[in-house]
């Protein structure tokens, strides 16, 4: 019996080593056909794990076992299916990917207001960070490649370089602020301006948000992640312009049908503002810097107004 229980150990033991070389085989394949880390890494983690549950990803029918009697949420076995489909077309495994019936959920969208306590909680390389997912829409792991030479202060745009998921290169213009926050950044990481590594920074700002989350008895905060600050951007850029090519390239979308989503997320209807006026033009220019725009003009004075 003990012989016998023995010899299945190692022969488990054996079919995961044999899994696990198999893995960084597919790994080094999606590499070399210029796949992004961040998508490589995804699909070997999910292919790691059914690997610990049992699967032998070389039997279609043993992955699709797991997978009908795992616990997974839709999205989850979504995910899953998308890795395995990935593996067997590398090396050539027939499989017709399992049907998983799965409705996306609408983003959530926060207030400006609760983006903005998130930034002024952190230290000043994270809180630039924030501030720059939040100006300019672009994605965590594109920012985290953002080098000194793609901010031009004089002109204050930020250059999207590195663009992920097939995305376009862009060019955004930004706020003053946001601009000041970057100069004031130690080069401690030499071409780059923030960490290189998403999660790296992830790790650290999710504890923090979720302490906040509870200090100011906000649970809305904890739904907050570095994808969210994009989708602010975008739905409140629709809202503002109805252009719906501006925000297109504003995200560096190719097809249009990815950026349509931000048309009718959330009503601004009822949104409280807060208004200010402008004497010159050297006060209404510091008040576009700040985020506000103008309404019109009344007995000779410009009205703007910012939501809160």
Not at 89 to 96: R, S
Not at 300 to 306: E, V
């Amino acid at each position: 019996m003990i012989a016998t229980e023995q010899k299945q150990t190692v022969a488990g033991n054996l079919q995961k080593a044999e899994a696990k070389g198999k893995i960084v085989e597919f790994a080094w394949k999606l590499k070399k056909r210029g796949l992004a880390d961040e998508t490589i890494t995804a699909r070997t983690y999910r292919l790691n794990i059914l690997t610990e549950k049992g699967a032998d990803l070389l039997n279609p029918d043993s992955v699709e076992t797991v997978l009908a009697t795992e616990k997974l949420t839709p999205s989850s076995k979504r995910e899953f299916v998308a890795a395995y489909r990935s593996f067997t077309k590398t090396f050539n495994i027939p499989w017709i990917p399992i049907k998983v019936r799965y409705e996306p959920k609408q983003p959530f969208i926060p207030l400006e207001s609760e983006l903005d306590q998130l930034i002024a909680a952190f230290s000043k390389r994270t809180a630039t960070f924030l501030q720059a997912l939040k100006d300019t829409g672009a994605r965590a792991g594109e920012l985290c490649k953002l080098k000194w030479t793609d901010v031009n202060d004089q002109n204050k745009t930020i250059s999207i370089n590195n663009p992920e998921k097939g995305s376009k290169s862009r060019t955004v213009k930004v706020s003053a602020k946001t601009i000041a926050m970057i100069k004031a950044v130690s080069k401690k990481h030499g071409e780059y301006i923030f960490i290189p590594r998403r999660q790296a920074i992830y790790d650290s700002f999710a504890r923090k948000r979720n302490r906040l989350a509870v200090k100011l008895q906000n649970p809305r905060l904890k739904q907050i992640h570095f994808h969210t600050f994009r989708h602010w951007k975008a739905t409140t850029e629709y809202h503002k312009t109805k252009d719906i090519l501006y925000v297109k390239h504003l995200l560096g979308h190719k097809r249009l049908e990815n950026t349509e989503i931000y048309m009718h997320l959330i009503n601004f209807e009822n949104d409280e503002f807060h208004s200010a006026t402008a004497k010159n033009i050297e006060e209404a220019k510091q008040l576009i810097e700040n985020g506000f725009e103008y309404v019109c003009d009344i007995e000779s004075i410009k009205l703007f107004r910012k939501r809160k």
